[in-house]
Structures are given as C-alpha cells and as structure tokens.
C-alpha cells in the first residue's frame, strides 16, 4: 500500500528522479560553522566525488543523517547551564537535518543547514571547525513537490521548521518563476526566530521581512505568539487572515509547512476547511534514517475507508500529503 501511493505522488512531481537513489554513506568537510543567535548556528558543508553527485540532486525536504559521536565538547564555559548534565550523555545515534540551501559548483556540492543548541548533540556541533570532517548518510527520505496548475505556494514554517522552507523558496523561485512564493514565519518570542535578522522597517513595509527569504525575491512575514514581532499570535492565525484577505481561488494554492506537530495539525484543520492542497514534513526519532529500526512511525489513512496504517517518516515521508496523516 505505502509503495502505491508514493508512486501515485510522484506522478504529481515535476521532476522523474527517484529522490533516495543516490542515497549512501558519504564524507563532508566543514567549510564554515558560525554563530547567527544567541543558540542558533549555521554550518556549512563540502561534498565531493560521489558525495558530490548525491548531494546535488538533494531536494527541498529531505534530510541526512549526521554522526555526531566522535565530536568534542566546547569548554566547560561555555555550556549553557541548563545543559551541564546532558551535555556529558554519550551520542550513539545520528542525528537528522534538512539543509536550506544546495550549491553545486564544477565537482563539489555545497550545503547549509541550521541548528539550535538544544541538548548534547547540538552543543558539540558548535566546535566543529573549518576542514573537520563528519560522517552523513544521505540523501534520505521524500521532499516537497509541485503540483501542475499552482498559482501560488504559501510557506508556513514554525520555530526550527525554517531550513527546508529556505531551501524549497530557493528551488521554486528558480524552476517555478510562474508561481508566487510568500513566506509566514512563526515562532513564540522574536528571540526564537532562527534568522540572522529582519529587515529595516521600509523593506518589511514591502513585506520583505527576512532576509533569508527576500534574497530570492520572496516576500514574508513575521508572526509571533507574544507579539515581540511581527503579526501577534500563533503563525496558523497570520496564516487564517491571510487566506481571508485574499479570499478565493483556493484550488490554485498550495500550503507548505514544518515546525511543532501542533502546527502542523493546524495546518491541515485550515487546509481541509478550504479544501486547500497543503504538504506537511513531519519530524519523528530516526534511529537509522532509512527504514530499518522503524522507530519513526506515522499513522495515516487510507484512501476511501475508515482503516489506518502506518508510515514510516524517514522513508515514506518526511514531507506527507496534510489529508493523510492523523493527528
């Protein structure tokens, strides 16, 4: 059943790769690795060779396993103090990211993911140095994809949600030019906004808010539960006013989303209300990333009847079709 209906989704790609086919066990090298918030980091990585060629068919959404264990921790000072004692816990497992850009240059493929220091793996991911070298498997899993007909394609991300929304801004701008990209970034204090920085106050006006997004020309918006920045409230009610602001053509729009599952089931309440097409990436523990432990289960529903089964996140999603999953 899982293997019929993701062939019935590619059949709605516009693109005839078989997204995992190049997956394997590949060496990057750490190009850059640099501080953008008070727990937030970019790090940049070099594949070349046959990592080169795997890393370049990447695709927005899905994700690579990173083995994080041999990795050292930073200096006794500058482990955050709600981290001490997690800090010394040994990392056994790889660890997932999405990346929020691919650059493909002659024999190398460089990319970009963004972290947030939250427990033992994380913070020694903040001592990485330029030319260290990490283990990743990847590519993995199943990204976002194109529906024919789409006028407009309206990212919504949620906190640590943003990455593959960058990436996936950054691939329809380029290969989809017919298709209106705006962003909705959320998160709960304009502190928790994974950004280097919004934009000066006449740019925002424009609605380009962030820079991350408004690079490709696309516009966005800020939306915070507190109100620090930004549209005051959850990113799904920015989202709400939004759609009722522009009113109609519903069937020509598609919904993008990553970040708390709470969103996300949001998300799919909103997108079903307006019978709206809308993607989900789901996040779930991924012990090995490609099938194996099936540790990261979703449970979803089958077409034309009141069953359910379950779906693997790494390798039948992570991105899923909002209609099928259940909350």
């Not at 002659?106 to 990485?128: F, N």
């Not at 990209?181 to 000066?200: C, H, M, N, Y």
């Not at 079903?272 to 090995?288: F, L």
Request: glycine share 8%.
């Amino acid at each position: 059943m899982c293997l019929l209906i993701l062939r019935a989704k590619s059949a709605t790609m516009t693109t005839t790769e078989t997204y995992s086919a190049n997956r394997g066990l590949f060496t990057a090298v750490v190009s850059s690795n640099r501080q953008i918030g008070e727990r937030f980091y970019k790090l940049k990585l070099e594949f070349s060779g046959s990592g080169a060629k795997a890393f370049s068919k990447f695709r927005p959404g899905q994700f690579a396993q990173l083995d994080i264990s041999t990795i050292a921790l930073p200096e006794l000072s500058s482990i955050p103090e709600d981290l001490a004692d997690a800090s010394r816990r040994q990392i056994l497992l790889r660890r997932p990211f999405s990346f929020t850009e691919t650059k493909v240059q002659k024999d190398k493929t460089t990319t970009e993911l963004l972290y947030c220091i939250v427990g033992p793996a994380t913070l020694r991911m903040t001592t990485l140095a330029v030319g260290d070298s990490l283990s990743i498997i990847g590519p993995l899993g199943n990204g976002f994809w194109v529906p024919h007909g789409k006028k407009t394609a309206l990212l919504i991300s949620g906190g640590m949600g943003a990455p593959p929304l960058q990436h996936l801004a950054k691939v329809l701008t380029a290969d989809h030019s017919d298709i209106e990209t705006i962003v909705i970034a959320g998160a709960k204090t304009a502190d928790q906004l994974p950004f280097e920085s919004r934009l000066d106050e006449i740019s925002q006006q424009l609605g380009f808010a962030l820079p991350e997004f408004a690079q490709y020309g696309v516009k966005s918006m800020v939306a915070t539960d507190d109100g620090s920045a930004g549209f005051a409230g959850p990113v799904t009610n920015c989202l709400s006013d939004w759609l009722k602001e522009h009113g109609s053509g519903y069937d020509k729009i598609t919904i993008y989303g990553c970040g708390p599952e709470a969103m996300l089931a949001q998300l799919a309440e909103i997108a079903r209300g307006k019978n709206i097409d809308c993607q989900i990436s789901m996040e779930r523990r991924m012990a090995c990333g490609f099938g194996v432990c099936q540790s990261c289960t979703v449970e979803c529903r089958v077409e034309d009847s009141n069953e359910t089964i379950y779906k693997l996140c790494c390798e039948d999603g992570p991105v899923f079709d909002s209609r099928e999953v259940v909350f």
